[in-house]
């Protein structure tokens, strides 16, 4: 080898670079705690809101003992369903490399390993059942373990039987309006169980429809199932839903039959407007097949956040009876 060549060899590596491989070398220990912190899915939290929906409907938000107690209760089922999201994801890590967006997702990208993501989501399902045995009552315990183990038992087998998946991932949103309302013991009303389930499977069907819609040239590589509905049945579906969603919430507020208790307005009854608009609304994205993250939909459009404020203000007078 000639003088040259040596020298060339010898020469030390520029700074910049030593310098980004050691930021990379001290990244790289997180990377795992990171990654299963994003297979938790931090923005699908908001969806755990629905644990004050049952006592918000039986006006019981007024005392500092409720709101520390639905505090609780939205932790555990947090935990509960980011569990269930580890668990998915770690079962579905090869499917979800084939989606255009799901690839990304740590376990799919090889960030987090499917064991560590299966592992974690075990022992945080297990942790939240026993904290709600000990923190809140027997029944809210019963209730979030039969959330996860539906939950797990649609990870590996129901997701894949027609009708039933949609009946799993509905029953999971009522499971979460019901839970506060189980927590505080507050009785459940039949409108609000009909207007809540019906509301979520309206929601869950337009996200399989947006899927469907997305994923029609792909042969349903990330999601068999799909290829079994049509889009026609989805739709079908969606509108039926919202429909019964849509009654059941117009039965309860013509149920008092006018003003109550003094109010200056029927503000039961002027809510359905608002409550039908928010449908209206959020059906133009199912119509338009990008309904599928919903969280998205609700969060991101303006319009639609206007009126489930002004939605909020009329139920919210409708139940203090001003």
């Not at 026993?130 to 038992?153: E, G, R, S």
């Not at 998946?165 to 309006?177: E, N, P, S």
Request: aromatic share 8%; glycine share 6%.
């Amino acid at each position: 080898m000639s003088e040259r060549s040596t020298v060339l060899l010898e020469q030390p590596e520029p700074p910049e670079q030593r310098v980004g491989r050691a930021v990379s070398a001290r990244r790289r220990p997180l990377r795992v705690p990171l990654g299963l912190i994003r297979t938790a899915r931090p923005r699908q939290w908001i969806k755990n809101v629905l644990v004050a929906a049952a006592p918000a409907a039986a006006g019981e938000l007024d005392s500092r003992h409720t709101v520390v107690q639905l505090g609780v209760v939205f932790a555990l089922f947090t935990a509960a369903a980011s569990a269930v999201y580890l668990i998915n994801d770690a079962r579905d890590a090869e499917a979800d490399r084939a989606h255009p967006v799901k690839c990304t997702r740590p376990v799919a990208s090889g960030d987090v390993p499917a064991a560590v993501a299966c592992a974690a989501g075990v022992l945080l399902a297990v942790a939240a059942t026993a904290a709600a045995a000990v923190l809140c009552n027997t029944m809210t315990a019963a209730l979030l373990t039969a959330y996860v183990l539906m939950q797990i038992a649609y990870c590996v087998r129901l997701k894949h039987v027609l009708v039933v998946d949609l009946a799993i991932v509905t029953t999971g949103f009522l499971m979460r309006a019901m839970i506060g309302g189980v927590a505080l013991s507050i009785p459940l009303s039949r409108w609000f169980l009909i207007t809540a389930g019906f509301g979520a499977l309206f929601m869950v069907a337009a996200k399989r429809y947006s899927e469907a819609v997305e994923m029609a040239g792909s042969d349903g590589a990330t999601r068999a199932l799909l290829t079994s509905y049509t889009t026609g049945y989805l739709r079908f579906v969606w509108q039926l839903a919202a429909g019964v969603a849509v009654l059941g919430y117009c039965l309860w507020a013509l149920e008092s039959g006018g003003t109550a208790n003094g109010s200056l307005l029927p503000w039961r009854q002027l809510s359905m407007i608002a409550f039908i608009l928010a449908v209206l609304r959020y059906a133009v994205f199912a119509d338009r097949g990008t309904a599928g993250a919903p969280e998205d939909v609700v969060l991101r459009d303006r319009p639609l956040a206007v009126i489930g404020l002004a939605w909020l203000a009329m139920y919210a007078m409708a139940v203090a009876d001003l």
